[in-house]
C-alpha cells in the first residue's frame, strides 16, 4: 500500500504538502480579491471571512498572508476574548487614522466557543459606531475550481513514483514459489510525501505516533515555522 496524501487542510503528517492545498489557497485568495474589490465603495468596514482546514490554520495563515489580510485567527495560535477586544481597539485607532478597510481571515477550527458569529457580535458591540462588520463564510466553493499547475504536476510524479514503488515491494515481497505476495515490514505500508526537497515514503505505521488524532494534526506543523 502506498498512500498519496491529498486534502486541502494540509494537516497530515509525513508531508509538507498534501495534494488540493495549493489550489485551495488560490480558491480562497481569488474571493477575499473579490470581497476587497467590493470594500473599496465603503468606509469604516470589517470583512471576517472564515476558511475551511477544520483545526488546521495552514488554509487561514497562506491566505491572509497572501491577500494582505490584517490579522488570522488559527487553532494553534490560541486567543481569548481580551485579545478580540484589543484588536477592536487596534481597529479603531486605524480607522481614526483613514484606514476604510480591515480583514481578518479565521479558520473554522480556530475555536469552539469564539466563533465567527461570535467575532461579529463583540466587534458590533464594542465598536460603539467607529465601524461596521461583515462576515464571509466561503464554505465549500473552497474546494473547487480547476486544479492549480502546481497540484497537477505534484499528482502526476507522486502517482509515478508510487507505483514504481509499488512494482518494486511486490518482487521483493513476492515468495517464488507460490507466486504470493507476504507483507514482512512496516515499509511495505507507506505514505508518500514531499519532505524539503525530496519525496520520502514513510511507514504509517510511524506515522500514527507522530498525529494527535483528537485533532487530526501532525504533532509539529511546518509551516507555523
Not at 54 to 78: H, R, V
Not at 108 to 121: L, M, R, S
Not at 183 to 211: C, H, I, M, W, Y
Request: aromatic fraction near 8%.
Amino acid at each position: 500500500m502506498s498512500v498519496i496524501p491529498c486534502t486541502i487542510s494540509n494537516n497530515l503528517p509525513g508531508t509538507s504538502l498534501a495534494l488540493g492545498s495549493d489550489t485551495a489557497v488560490n480558491e480562497i485568495c481569488m474571493m477575499i480579491d473579490k470581497i476587497k474589490q467590493s470594500a473599496t465603495g465603503t468606509k469604516r468596514r470589517v470583512f471576517v471571512v472564515e476558511t475551511m482546514g477544520g483545526y488546521c490554520g495552514y488554509l487561514a495563515t497562506l491566505s491572509a498572508l497572501a491577500s494582505g489580510a490584517d490579522n488570522a485567527y488559527i487553532f494553534e495560535e490560541k486567543f481569548n476574548v481580551d485579545d478580540l477586544k484589543e484588536d477592536v481597539e487596534v481597529i479603531k485607532q486605524k480607522m481614526v487614522k483613514g484606514v476604510q478597510r480591515y480583514l481578518i481571515v479565521r479558520g473554522e477550527g480556530a475555536n469552539p466557543n469564539y466563533t465567527t458569529q461570535f467575532v461579529q457580535q463583540l466587534f458590533s458591540e464594542e465598536a460603539q459606531g467607529s465601524f461596521t462588520t461583515r462576515v464571509n463564510v466561503l464554505g465549500h466553493a473552497q474546494q473547487g475550481g480547476s486544479p492549480t499547475p502546481f497540484d497537477r504536476n505534484m499528482g502526476t510524479k507522486l502517482a509515478a513514483r508510487a507505483v514504481e514503488y509499488l512494482i518494486t515491494q511486490v518482487k521483493e515481497n513476492c515468495d517464488e514459489a507460490t507466486g504470493q505476495v507476504y507483507v514482512k515490514s512496516p515499509d511495505t505500508a507507506t505514505l508518500l510525501g514531499l519532505q524539503g526537497r525530496r519525496v520520502v515514503f514513510a511507514p504509517v505505521e510511524e506515522l500514527a505516533n507522530e498525529t494527535d488524532f483528537e485533532h487530526r494534526l501532525p504533532l509539529e506543523q511546518w509551516w507555523l515555522k
